[in-house]
């Protein structure tokens, strides 16, 4: 094209071939070619982005894996028996990171050498940690061949948690700063960077493996709680509570060890527990005392748990309407389709479905209606709070209770220690209530 003399040319060439090359490199750059993993470029940057985005309410943490006895391996056999050992020790921390938790899937990268990095976001991030560490541990330390020769491999773990204004580089550093004392400290263990979070992922690991002790010797059981019609004081049902009978188990509260339960995945088998036990129970109680049981989400959708109910309802169906479930506010709230549909399944087969803890979620009336729940329990920070003078707790039980009614929903006041707040609910139209004041959890259901 001329104009004024000037001579403009265009060249036209593919470049399709040269974008996907470019692509290739900066995918390899990112990725580790012996593992086809991540690599700890990937992991800084992965890192970096879920520094940024984190809720409030989560923290990360990175664990640096380090492979104990590599070099031995390779100076001794061969650089490609190591590089099997580093390839099958990959896989055994896959499995082990696979298999555990319930919130995000952890992230893992290989390290340089003889590293795999772990990194992972939840609320507990150093109790959550050490439980996964403790997991790796576990899962790679399984026979191997390598080279004709049979090994143990073991890794030596370094934890990071994250600080308010921790960097990704911060955390990778003190992270392999905790990974040398592990080796230091004679290998196939894990050390955090701080000891705060040390001595509290110690007392989670303590916990788990009470709750471990106690599922092998028997020592959980439901004890029951009576649920009375407000204005009688008659009693309605039960609410089963489980309870640790160990002599040494000081966890007195459910509160201190279900966290760590849940964590571990343990909790489906507690409740399985409590499960079978209010069965039976059941079929001894007169007819209509109703007993209701307290279920983490992740039971909810757990077959081994669900079939079991249903067997149970199948063989007695004269239990139909006398086994609620509660599944508290908050899980409901974020329950997926695959639970609706589990939960509108075991509604249909005569199990009553009750929104526990009422009150301290963040429900939306369009979420209720859309749940096939039968009834509401008000939280009893409510209760407590309904003779404080200020006012607050009050209006806000009238309008839950305005809620159950509108929607034709039973309710149930929890916590209920004192007549003046007995008095106050049945104002207000409460329906049933439980708490101290009708009675405290015993082991058997007291009539
Ligand atoms: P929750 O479902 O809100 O259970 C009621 C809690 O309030 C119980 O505590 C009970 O002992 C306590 N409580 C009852 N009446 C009163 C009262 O008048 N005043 C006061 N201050 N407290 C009262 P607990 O037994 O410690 O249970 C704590 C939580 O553990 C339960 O809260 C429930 O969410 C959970 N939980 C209990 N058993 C199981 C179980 O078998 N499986 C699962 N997944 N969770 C369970
Ligand atoms: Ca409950
Ligand atoms: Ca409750």
């Known amino acids: 094209v001329a104009s004024d003399g000037v001579w403009e040319i265009l060249a036209i060439r593919d470049i399709q071939r040269e974008v996907e090359a470019r692509e290739e490199v900066s995918r390899m750059a990112l990725q580790d070619p012996l593992t086809s993993r991540p690599n700890a470029a990937a992991a800084v940057e992965h890192l970096t982005e879920c520094l940024g985005a984190a809720p409030d309410d989560t923290r990360e943490a990175v664990l640096i894996v380090g492979i104990d006895g590599l070099r031995t391996v390779n100076e001794a056999w061969s650089l490609s028996a190591g590089d099997r050992l580093i390839v099958e020790v990959g896989v055994r921390v896959d499995d082990a990171v696979t298999a555990g938790g319930n919130g995000p899937a952890p992230f893992v990268a290989r390290g340089p050498g003889d590293e795999f990095i772990v990194e992972f976001s939840s609320r507990d991030a150093a109790g959550d940690a ?33 600080e308010d204004t921790t960097t990704a580089s911060a955390m990778l550093r003190d992270a392999a700063a ?30 788990a493996s009470l709750i471990r002790e106690g599922l092998r010797d028997d020592s959980f059981a439901p004890w029951y709680q009576p649920i009375v019609a407000l204005r009688s004081g008659r009693i309605v049902g039960y609410e089963a509570l489980i309870r640790c009978s160990r002599p040494d188990c000081e966890l007195t509260s459910p509160d201190v060890y279900l966290p760590v339960a849940e964590a571990t995945g343990l909790v489906a088998d507690l409740d399985r527990l409590v499960l079978r036990q209010v069965g039976r129970t059941l079929l001894e109680l007169p007819a209509p005392l109703t007993i209701a ?39 409901l709230m974020t329950v997926t389709d695959d639970v609706l549909a589990v939960a509108a399944d075991l509604v249909a087969r005569g199990v009553e479905l009750y929104a526990d803890d009422f009150g301290t979620g963040y429900s939306s009336i369009t979420h209720l209606r859309d749940l096939p729940i039968a009834g509401l329990k008000l939280d009893r920070s409510f209760t407590a709070e309904l003779t404080s003078g200020d006012g607050t707790s009050e209006r806000l039980s009238r309008a839950m209770i305005g809620l159950a009614e509108g929607m034709g929903l039973d309710s149930v006041a929890e916590g209920v220690e004192t007549r003046e707040q007995a008095a106050i609910l049945i104002a207000q139209g409460w329906r049933h209530a439980q708490g101290w004041l009708y009675g405290r959890p015993a082991p058997h259901p007291v009539q």
């Not at 290998?187 to 960077?193: I, L």
């Open 178 to 207: 905790a990974l040398q004392r592990a080796k230091a400290n004679g290998r196939d263990r894990h050390e955090f960077s701080d000891t705060g979070a040390a001595d509290r992922a110690q007392e989670r690991l303590r916990v």
């Open 130 to 162: 050490a439980l996964l560490a403790d997991s790796i541990r576990d899962s790679v330390r399984r026979p191997l061949r390598v080279a004709d020769q049979a090994l143990v491999p073991t890794v030596s773990i370094g934890i990071a948690v994250a």
């Open 293 to 331: 049981v307290n279920l983490s989400p992740r039971t909810l959708v757990d077959p081994s748990y669900t079939d079991e109910l249903v067997a149970f309802l199948d063989e007695y169906p004269a239990m139909r309407g006398r086994l609620i479930l509660e599944v508290t506010e908050t899980a």
